[in-house]
């Protein structure tokens, strides 16, 4: 499984950036995608993720600006990220990990997830 994370920028506050994260995903394997993000000198944490069913989930801090979404067809994750603010400056990396299910509910732990891409850098200055 191989994750490729594009998209990163530099944007001014209120703004907004599409990441995409191309996978080869092996045939026949349920997973779940997400986001992740890491500003200098903090923990890895959890932005966002869908199922395979599609269901997504987001953290309490972008709800109602970043959106998950997922081409199935293109085995292509995308995070539409508006109304940025300063404190979404980050390397936002994608992720993935096989589970059992198509309606497992997405773990936050970064630990879990076994398949990571290269990150890409998102700076929002205000």
């Known amino acids: 499984v191989q994750l490729q994370a594009s998209g990163g920028g530099l944007v001014q506050a209120g703004g907004s950036l599409r990441l995409s994260c191309v996978a080869s995903?092996?045939?026949?394997?349920?997973?779940?995608m997400a986001w992740f993000r890491q500003a200098p000198g903090k923990e890895r944490e959890f932005v966002a993720a869908?199922?395979?069913?599609?269901?997504?989930y987001e953290t309490d801090s972008v709800k109602g600006r970043f959106t998950i979404s997922r081409d199935s067809a293109k085995n292509t994750v995308f995070l539409q990220m508006n109304g940025l603010r300063p404190e979404d400056t980050a390397v936002y990396y994608c992720?993935?990990?096989?589970?059992?299910?198509?309606?497992?509910?997405?773990?936050?732990?970064?630990?879990?997830?076994?398949?990571w891409g290269q990150g890409t850098l998102v700076t929002v200055s205000s």
């Open positions: 992720a993935a990990t096989n589970v059992a299910s198509r309606r497992t509910v997405p773990t936050r732990d970064y630990r879990q997830y076994r398949y």
């Open positions: 995903l092996n045939t026949g394997t349920t997973y779940i």
């Open positions: 869908i199922n395979w069913s599609g269901s997504t």
